[in-house]
Nanobody, 123 residues
Framework: QVQLVESGGGLVQAGGSLRLSCAAS????????MGWFRQAPGKEREFVAF????????YYADSVEGRFTISRDYAKNTVYLQMDSLKPEDIAVYYC????????????????WGQGTQVTVSS
């Protein structure tokens, strides 16, 4: 099992920045890809970004490309999501997820999930 704990959510004004963290513990050697997803009220959970654990390759949803940056600290078993130029449409609960597969962006391809952290953007 892999346990994931997110932190860093909060309230920010439009145009501002937040950095989310996701600390992984447990059987982390089984993890190939770490991802961030988000779920807005009344909407499906959607992919935001992923990073491959060992090589650091990244991939982003079109809606966040150029504004969000995913990174990882291999020694700390922690993944980050730097969110800049935040917009009201970024309001959601953000979830960290871990997959035993590589280069995956569909939620059913992820095996472990954190509890989520709320991001609110005021206009």
């Amino acid at each position: 099992q892999v346990q994931l704990v997110e932190s860093g959510g909060g309230l920010v004004q439009a145009g501002g920045s937040l950095r989310l963290s996701c600390a992984a513990s447990g059987r982390t050697l089984s993890v190939n890809t770490m991802g961030w997803f988000r779920q807005a009220p009344g909407k499906e959970r959607e992919f935001v970004a992923f990073i491959t654990w060992r090589t650091g390759a990244t991939y982003y949803a079109d809606s966040v490309e150029g504004r969000f940056t995913i990174s990882r600290d291999y020694a700390k078993n922690t993944v980050y999501l730097q969110m800049d130029s935040l917009k009201p449409e970024d309001i959601a609960v953000y979830y960290c997820a871990a997959s035993r597969s590589g280069y995956v962006s569909r939620k059913y391809e992820y095996d472990y999930w954190g509890q989520g952290t709320q991001v609110t953007v005021s206009s």
